[in-house]
Nanobody, 127 residues
Framework: VQLQASGGGLVQAGGSLRLSCAVS????????MGWFRQPPGKEREFVAG???????RHYADSVKGRFTISRDTESSINLQMNNLKTEDTAVYYC??????????????????????WGQGTLVTVSS
């Protein structure tokens, strides 16, 4: 399974970007998918997640009301980012699991719990 993230770029504060992540290679059997980000000099952190079965969405407090995660197909997700702030500048990664152990894709889902990672896409928000 390979994940391919796209859609990053440079945007002014207050602007919007839409990230996409698609699965390729093998059929995806995970419990959901999520987005993480790694700001410069900081650790990777949870941004948003969605589970397949119930369509439950979780968001980090820092992005609630501004970001929306959605499922596009059985194996692709999007992240609509509105009202971007300079502190949203980071490399954004999509991530998934192998379906062996349930993952909630909530803010307690740490990076080490997930099995598949996209290559990352850079989002830069200028003031």
């Amino acid at each position: 399974v390979q994940l391919q993230a796209s859609g990053g770029g440079l945007v002014q504060a207050g602007g919007s970007l839409r990230l996409s992540c698609a699965v390729s290679g093998s059929a995806y059997s995970g419990y959901g998918m999520g987005w993480f980000r790694q700001p410069p000099g900081k650790e990777r952190e949870f941004v948003a997640g969605i589970t397949w079965h119930a369509g439950i969405r979780h968001y980090a407090d820092s992005v609630k009301g501004r970001f929306t995660i959605s499922r596009d197909t059985e194996s692709s997700i999007n992240l609509q980012m509105n009202n971007l702030k300079t502190e949203d500048t980071a490399v954004y990664y999509c991530a998934g699991d192998n379906g062996m152990v349930y993952r909630s894709y909530g803010d307690d889902t740490t990076p080490n719990l997930l099995d598949y990672w996209g290559q990352g896409t850079l989002v830069t928000v200028s003031s």
